[in-house]
């Protein structure tokens, strides 16, 4: 029975279902539990296999995403894990957090008049069912190739890069700062969103393709980036350290007892198990407290909603802008909200308040409102004079961004810094200054996303591969960056 | 795993551990530190390293059982191991030739902090004094250590058994008043450091505090870490952990080193009401696990 277009544009989207908000704010349990095979084949079968589909120029790495929806519509799920093999690694991870709304679905010709069709959340399921099933290609033999190359972090864009090397048949070492791999995947984005064992079996995964992992391993302290050239006998080296230093409010009471940046918060939670009743590691007990989080990005939802599952009584958002800009994922401020977190839109934080012996009490906040649009295009909140009020907090968390790590690159006079701290490359080969030396992910481009750190991953692989086949290190294009004066 | 070569007391509750970790050692200088993890779930502390060994491949820690993570460490023996242990961290201590004496200050287990920057003072050419301070006798730590580089070294206890009686600051004061003072180096208690720091500010002398505030990565990356030095926000484990006495904010740094005081206390009481059998199950994972390699 053929359908038409018409009737297609009829059927609703399938809700992803979740977990009642009540109970999963008391938990640490994946809020999303994913589609039914019933659910994903309807909802496969939405799509229009457009002739020129937009929502493959929408995904920053142009998974093939009519083909690999058509595989899913037939029950071909190996097909369709094929499919999003050809262009991406990751795709349980990135199913779960890619911002698809300002991306394949966002571009996806349905999203204008109707609801687009919920290509993460296909893509998540593809990606389920391989790894429950273990329906995994099995590792094929690939002939040494005699070269070695140092992957330095072990977040997306370093283990997609260690993925595609080892594949090619090169020894691929991974150097790790943290005791556990998996970057911003482990110790920043909260187990209720991205399940730790999900990023542990791509870890797996990796070494069972050979790639070597050696934890506590801080380059430019306990082996400068020179040693791996020389000493330690690498023929390349990738550099994905992320961008981990977090940025402050720079605001009085900003060193009081309760005061946490992000990064702190979630670490502690995340990648060291303060939520277990028999952590080891110590938080603040949350317990019938309130909590103010500062920003409107992803690393604000977690920052929020994670101080809910450790029973805070309340939670809420400071934001400067409104919610049209908040950068978060819609659905996380979506979940945050049913969760009964609550949004102070247009505020900007003036001062923190505390008691005499330190600790936490309130913030001060002024309140703004939109001026004229700046360099960006979106509207400059501008304070309105004399509008302050004070909010009762026992516990705030800083989430306005985080810059590149400048610990490696102070380390290191050969590799070129941008005057935003990250590291100068050229982004089509992701070679940096320094010869031999390539990088991608959050230290080049600051902090952005997983999808675009695992793509440039891949791109510094395959210009790795081509460095180590050719010898050739294309000063041209170093050059070129130099005269320009980036 | 990093394998426990050599493990001893001495001092009361204060242990000597000798750990493989040959990069680390390689790189180490005076005034740095190390992050471990003691067991499979256990957290992240920072210990200084007092000593290295590239040769051997080894670093030499101190630690003092104060809480529960440096009490299971403080029960650990040479053929046992440390899950983690990550580093050199921080900035080494400047060291430079003074024209005046060169004096380090250290109370407690500090003296075992401000031991390799004693001796690179030492080694730099500068007659060196150390004020070491301790409760009683047998918290007086290195002193025949500190002596075998040829340091003049002034023990103080609190009650008199041993040494100078009464604070190492008082100590320091006379030496102030009696020599040319280049240098001061203090590492210890906080409020021995902010006392140093007062005895010294009148005369304008350098004078060099090692921080301890509480860490969690080590590398730069959470701020739990950060210190008021001359008004400005710092993050120890990168700026520092030395500072300008002068400048520190001691009363900041004291007040954030008891934000999880309820915890520690309530940790601490659950290990000492379970016996020796629950000890032995929470090491087990490090028990022996590197006995072979101590031996040999
Ligand atoms: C809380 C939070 C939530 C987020 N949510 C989302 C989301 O929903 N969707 C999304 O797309 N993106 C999200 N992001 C952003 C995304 O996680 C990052 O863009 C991405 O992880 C960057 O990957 P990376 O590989 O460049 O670096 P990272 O993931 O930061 O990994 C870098 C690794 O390098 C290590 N390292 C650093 N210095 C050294 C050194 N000198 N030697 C050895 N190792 C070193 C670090 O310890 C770390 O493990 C979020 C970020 C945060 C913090
Ligand atoms: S744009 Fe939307 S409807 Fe068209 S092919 Fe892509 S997913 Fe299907
Ligand atoms: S310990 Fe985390 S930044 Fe210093």
């Known amino acids: ?486 | 795993m990093y394998p426990i070569l050599e493990a001893e007391s001495i001092a009361p509750d204060v242990r000597r551990i000798v750990v493989e970790a040959p990069k680390i050692a390689k790189k180490h200088r005076a005034g740095q530190f190390v992050i471990v993890r003691v067991t499979p779930e256990g957290e992240r502390i920072p210990l200084t390293i007092a000593e290295s060994d590239p040769a051997a491949g080894s670093i030499t820690l101190f630690v003092q059982a104060i809480g529960r993570t440096t009490r299971l460490m403080s029960e650990l023996e040479a053929g046992d191991c440390l899950v983690d242990v990550a580093g050199p961290l921080g900035r080494a201590s400047e060291i430079n030739r003074y024209d005046g004496v060169a004096v380090v200050v250290g109370g407690g287990v500090g003296t075992a902090i401000a031991y390799p920057i004693a001796c690179a003072l030492a080694a730099k050419g500068n007659r060196v004094i150390a004020i070491i301070g301790g409760r009683t006798k047998e918290y007086v730590l290195l002193e025949n250590e500190l002596r075998a580089h040829d340091i003049e070294v002034i023990p103080c206890t609190d009650d008199g058994s041993y040494g100078r009686m009464g604070f190492v600051t008082e100590a320091l004061a006379d030496v102030v008043a009696d020599e040319e003072v280049g240098v001061v180096f203090t590492i210890g208690p906080v409020p021995m450091m902010s006392a140093v720091a007062d005895v010294t500010r009148p005369s304008e002398i350098e004078t060099v505090a090692s921080l301890n505030p509480i860490m969690v990565d080590g590398t730069g990356m959470c701020g739990g870490c950060r210190v008021e030095v001359g008004g400005e926000t710092k993050f120890a484990c990168v700026d520092g952990p030395e500072f300008d006495a002068h400048e520190v904010n001691f009363r900041l740094l004291q007040r954030r080193n008891t934000s999880y005081r309820a915890f520690e206390t309530g940790q601490l009481s659950s290990l000492e009401s379970l016996d020796h059998e629950h000890h032995e199950q929470l090491l087990a994972p490090v028990r022996g696990a590197c006995a072979r390699r101590a031996m040999s």
Not at chain 1, 95 to 121: M, N
Not at chain 1, 153 to 169: E, H, Q, R, V
Not at chain 1, 427 to 450: H, K, L, N, Q
């Open chain 1, 1 to 486: 029975m053929k359908v038409s277009r018409r009737e297609l544009m009829k059927l609703d989207r399938i809700e992803m279902p979740a977990r009642d908000p009540l109970e999963r704010a008391a938990c640490f349990d994946e809020v999303n539990i994913g589609l039914t095979p019933e659910e994903a084949t309807v909802e496969a079968m939405r799509c229009l296999h457009c002739k020129t589909p937009t929502c493959i120029d929408g995904c920053p790495v142009n998974i093939q995403i009519d083909q690999f929806i058509d595989r899913v519509a037939m029950g071909d799920i190996r097909g369709a894990a094929d499919v999003i093999r050809l262009d991406s690694l990751l795709p349980a991870i990135c199913g779960r957090v890619c911002p698809q709304e300002a991306q394949c679905e966002g571009a996806c010709v349905l999203d204008k008049k109707h609801k687009p069709i919920a290509i993460g959340h296909l893509e998540r399921y593809v990606a389920d069912t391989i790894r429950t099933y273990g329906l995994e290609p099995p590792v094929e033999h690939v002939e040494p190739s005699g070269k070695s190359v140092a992957i330095v972090g072990s977040g997306p864009a370093g283990l997609a890069c260690a993925a595609d090397l080892a594949k090619s048949g090169h020894r691929v070492r991974v150097f790790e700062a943290l005791h556990k791999p998996g970057g911003v995947l482990i110790y920043g984005i909260p187990e209720f969103r991205l399940p730790k064992s999900i990023v542990q079996s791509e870890i797996d995964g990796l070494k069972e393709l050979g790639v070597e992992f050696e934890m506590n391993a801080i380059i430019g302290r306990t082996i400068t980036m020179e040693e791996l050239l020389t000493e330690e006998g690498f023929d390349a080296v990738f550099v994905g350290v992320g961008a981990g230093l977090p940025r402050f409010l720079n605001i009085e009471g900003e060193n009081l007892i309760g005061v946490y940046s992000a990064n702190e918060f979630l670490t502690r939670v995340n990648l060291m198990g303060a939520f277990h009743e028999d952590t080891e590691t110590p938080i603040l007990d949350l317990t019938g407290k309130r909590v103010v989080v500062f920003g409107g990005g992803n690393t604000a939802m977690d920052s929020a909603r994670t101080p809910l599952r450790l029973g805070a009584k309340e939670v809420r958002v400071a934001y400067r802008r409104t919610e049209a800009e908040m950068p978060a994922r819609v659905e996380e401020v979506h979940h945050a909200k049913e969760e009964g977190i609550v949004f102070d839109f247009l505020v900007s934080p003036l001062e923190l308040l505390g008691d005499d012996d330190g600790w936490l009490t309130g913030v001060r906040l002024q309140r703004m409102e939109l001026g004229e649009p700046d360099d960006s295009g979106r509207r400059r909140p501008v304070p309105i004079e004399g509008d302050v009020f004070d909010l009762d907090a026992d516990v705030v968390i800083v989430a306005i961004g985080n810059s590149p790590n400048p610990l490696l690159p102070a380390t290191e006079p050969h590799l070129k810094q941008t005057r935003w701290g990250t590291l100068e490359v050229d982004e089509s080969t992701g070679r940096t200054t320094m010869p031999g030396v390539f990088a991608g992910g959050d230290i080049t481009t600051g902090g952005a996303t997983v999808i675009l750190a695992m793509g440039a991953g891949r791109v510094a692989a395959a210009s790795i591969n081509e460095y180590l086949e050719t010898g050739v290190w294309d000063r041209e294009a170093n050059e070129e960056l130099e005269t320009a004066g980036v």
